[in-house]
Structure formats: C-alpha cells, structure tokens
Nanobody, 125 residues
Framework: QLRLAESGGGLVEPGGSLRLSCAIS????????MGWFRQAPGKEREFVAN????????FYADSVKGRFTITRGNAANTVFLQMNSLQPEDTAVYYC??????????????????WGTGTLVTVSS
C-alpha cells in the first residue's frame, strides 16, 4: 500500500513563501507520477501541479503558474512544492496524491489512486 505524508504548511503573510514536502513510502515506493491538489473552505478540491516519475515533465494550474514549482527529490521518494508570492486566495489544505501514468494536463481528483492527509496553508496578514 502506498503511503503519502505532507508537511511544511503554516501561516505566511501575503507575498511570502512556503515549501511543502510529500514523503512517499510503501509497496510501490517512488514509481508513481505525483500531483498536488488543494481544497479551500467551502470549495471543491482543485488541481495545482503534477510531475512525472523522472521529474522532467511538469504541468501547472494557470492560477499558480510562475509562482509555484514542483520537484522530486534525488531518490524520487519525495515531492516538493515551492510556493512563492503567496496570496490569500492560496489559503487551503494542500494534498499530495499519486497515480500510475503521467499526462501533462490538469488531473482530476478522481484519477488519483492514493492521497496524503493534507497540510494547511494559511496566507494572511
């Protein structure tokens, strides 16, 4: 069974930065394409970014393009989301998720096969 664990959330002022981490462990290890999603209060879970197994191919939601960067660790069992120029509308619980197979498009939450429990990011002055 694949296990995902996010960390790095917190409170940050508008314009600030945070780096989220997702640790991947379990039977299938690092052999998955990975994505970040977020869910704001009262809203549906939405796609943020994804990355393929090798870390070369990436895709971002328009709302975060140019501000957020997704990367994989050297051992490919960690995925990071560097978030810069954060704004109040970025406030949400951020989730990492895994799937087999990569496509450079905005993934639906329903297409993911494993989820972490989420980490809260609050952007406020």
């Amino acid at each position: 069974q694949l296990r995902l664990a996010e960390s790095g959330g917190g409170l940050v002022e508008p314009g600030g930065s945070l780096r989220l981490s997702c640790a991947i462990s379990g039977r299938t290890g690092s052999s998955n394409a990975m994505g970040w999603f977020r869910q704001a209060p009262g809203k549906e879970r939405e796609f943020v970014a994804n990355i393929n197994l090798s870390g070369v191919r990436k895709f971002y939601a328009d709302s975060v393009k140019g501000r957020f960067t997704i990367t994989r660790g050297n051992a490919a069992n960690t995925v990071f989301l560097q978030m810069n120029s954060l704004q109040p509308e970025d406030t949400a619980v951020y989730y990492c998720a895994a799937r087999v197979g990569y496509y450079p498009t905005a993934w639906s939450a329903g297409s993911m096969t494993a989820w972490g429990t989420g980490t809260l990011v609050t952007v406020s002055s």
